[in-house]
């Protein structure tokens, strides 16, 4: 087990590193993921990202939800008080699934589900929530609705067993 005392020295030798200094809140490659809580799948690790380019978000399955919908509206809040304006240098949000995932296990608890989803159970197929291909599709689709116009978004599945990402979904531009 990794106890509160490794956690510190661990960050003492981030600390000394200084790879923090000048970081600014805005991610600074216009980039947010919306990833999974897998520890096999860290956003930052497997997209080679480097510490300030993007913000992630990660729940269970990396899923696009009404909660992370609402962690989205707050983040965008967020970008209008520190910047005053648009963002210069367009955003992309960047949706990544992944093979071997947990969450094709709550398949067999619908009603757990269809809470996480905030959606009747029997319209949980609609959620392909075995395909991490096709919930890539579906989450992208929904950003596409959700988003505003001018955004980019994108939709990615990362092989476990290969540590390999295929593009499911080539960014496009969120139109009106």
Same mark, same amino acid.
């Given at each position: 087990? &990794?106890?509160?005392?490794?956690?510190? *020295? $661990?960050? !003492?030798?981030?600390?000394?590193?200084? %790879?923090?200094?000048?970081?600014?809140?805005?991610? %600074?490659?216009?980039?947010?993921?919306?990833?999974?809580?897998?520890? *096999?799948?860290?956003? %930052? #690790?497997?997209?080679?990202?480097?510490?300030? #380019?993007?913000?992630?978000? *990660?729940? +269970?399955?990396?899923? +696009?939800?009404?909660?992370?919908? $609402?962690?989205?509206?707050?983040?965008?809040?967020? /970008?209008?008080?520190?910047?005053?304006?648009?963002?210069?240098?367009?955003?992309?949000? !960047?949706?990544?699934?992944?093979?071997?995932?947990?969450?094709?296990?709550?398949?067999?608890?619908?009603?757990?589900? !269809?809470?996480?989803?905030? +959606?009747?159970?029997?319209?949980?197929?609609?959620?392909?929530?075995?395909?991490? +291909?096709?919930?890539? *599709?579906?989450?992208?689709?929904?950003?596409? $609705?959700?988003?505003?116009?001018?955004?980019?978004? %994108?939709?990615?599945?990362?092989?476990?067993?290969?540590? &390999? /990402?295929?593009?499911?979904?080539?960014?496009?531009?969120?139109?009106?």
């Amino acid at each position: 087990m &990794i106890d509160t005392d490794e956690l510190v *020295r $661990r960050n !003492a030798g981030f600390a000394d590193g200084g %790879s923090f200094a000048g970081l600014g809140l805005m991610p %600074s490659g216009g980039l947010t993921v919306i990833g999974c809580v897998d520890p *096999r799948v860290d956003p %930052s #690790e497997v997209l080679g990202l480097d510490l300030g #380019e993007a913000a992630v978000i *990660r729940n +269970v399955g990396g899923r +696009v939800t009404p909660t992370t919908l $609402r962690t989205l509206g707050m983040l965008s809040k967020v /970008v209008q008080a520190r910047t005053h304006g648009p963002r210069p240098g367009g955003v992309h949000y !960047a949706v990544l699934h992944h093979t071997d995932c947990g969450i094709t296990d709550l398949a067999t608890f619908p009603d757990l589900l !269809a809470d996480y989803f905030e +959606v009747p159970a029997g319209d949980l197929d609609t959620k392909a929530v075995t395909d991490p +291909v096709a919930a890539v *599709r579906v989450d992208v689709d929904l950003l596409k $609705r959700k988003l505003p116009a001018g955004v980019f978004v %994108s939709g990615l599945v990362y092989d476990v067993a290969t540590g &390999i /990402v295929d593009v499911v979904v080539p960014p496009a531009r969120v139109e009106v």
